[in-house]
């Protein structure tokens, strides 16, 4: 079955610094692996997908994400975070059906530290 | 494109009461999804609709949970008798047919059984 490990519930980082938030999947064939994100109020949006191809994907807001097969990890990066980044951050994988529904980690909520 | 639009916003209902949501897609979606979000968690899948088929529900989803699309446009999820359990933040998002384009997500109707 399909899941998705986000082990860090909560981040702080200094505005400034740079970031990294660590996504573990599980699924048994080629995943499609997407990072979202959800500030207080809104919708989710999409930072950045992967589907095939380059493992090094670059997304909105100067984010990237890199596909480890070996690792079973895609992790969120970004080298420099802005205040605006405080939300919370959802990793997701699918499977290679036009129809899959896609499956949320549980999350990892990021603070900037001023 | 006005995005995915949701209605209500917020729904407070008594225990035992049914409650009914809408939402409407972007126009040119023709798959659409339900989710559920509690605090702290991840969107849950709830159900799945191509056009006004609903093609699969989640075994979340009991049978006081209904969804309809009934002309391949805008849903409605019903919950009756409503349990406190139920309260949470119901997610809807859409996408095109092309394989696993990404979910445009609404702001979500949260709701609160009291």
């Known amino acids: 079955a399909q899941s998705v490990t986000q082990p860090d519930i909560h981040i702080t980082v200094s505005e400034g610094a740079s970031l990294e938030l660590r996504c573990n999947y599980s699924?048994?064939?080629?995943?499609?692996l997407f990072w979202y994100v959800q500030s207080p109020g809104q919708g989710l949006q999409l930072l950045l997908k992967?589907?095939?191809?380059?493992?090094l994907v670059q997304g909105i807001k100067g984010f990237e994400a890199e596909f480890k097969r070996s690792q079973s990890s895609f992790n969120l990066r970004k080298p420099s975070v802005h205040w605006s980044d405080a939300a919370e951050y959802f990793c997701?994988?699918?499977?290679?059906?036009?129809?899959?529904?896609?499956?949320f980690g549980s999350g990892t909520r990021l603070s900037i530290r001023p | 494109d006005t995005g995915v639009s949701q209605d209500p916003r917020h729904k407070i209902t008594k225990r035992g009461q049914n409650v009914t949501f809408r939402c409407d897609p972007i126009?040119?979606?023709?798959?659409l999804y339900w989710y559920r979000q509690t605090l702290g968690q991840g969107p849950e899948f709830l159900t799945y609709?191509?056009?006004?088929?609903?093609?699969?529900k989640s075994r979340l989803l009991s049978d006081r949970f209904s969804a309809e699309r009934p002309k391949g446009s805008f849903s409605t999820l019903e919950i009756q008798r409503t349990e406190q359990g139920d309260s949470a933040m119901y997610l809807c998002?859409?996408?095109?047919?092309?394989?696993?384009?990404?979910?445009?997500f609404g702001n979500g109707t949260r709701l609160t059984v009291t």
């Open positions: 998002a859409s996408s095109s047919d092309v394989d696993n384009s990404p979910l445009h």
């Open positions: 699924y048994g064939a080629t995943p499609y």
């Open positions: 992967y589907f095939s191809g380059d493992t």
């Open positions: 997701a994988v699918s499977g290679y059906s036009s129809a899959s529904k896609i499956i």
């Open positions: 126009s040119e979606h023709n798959r």
């Open positions: 609709f191509q056009n006004e088929a609903q093609l699969e």
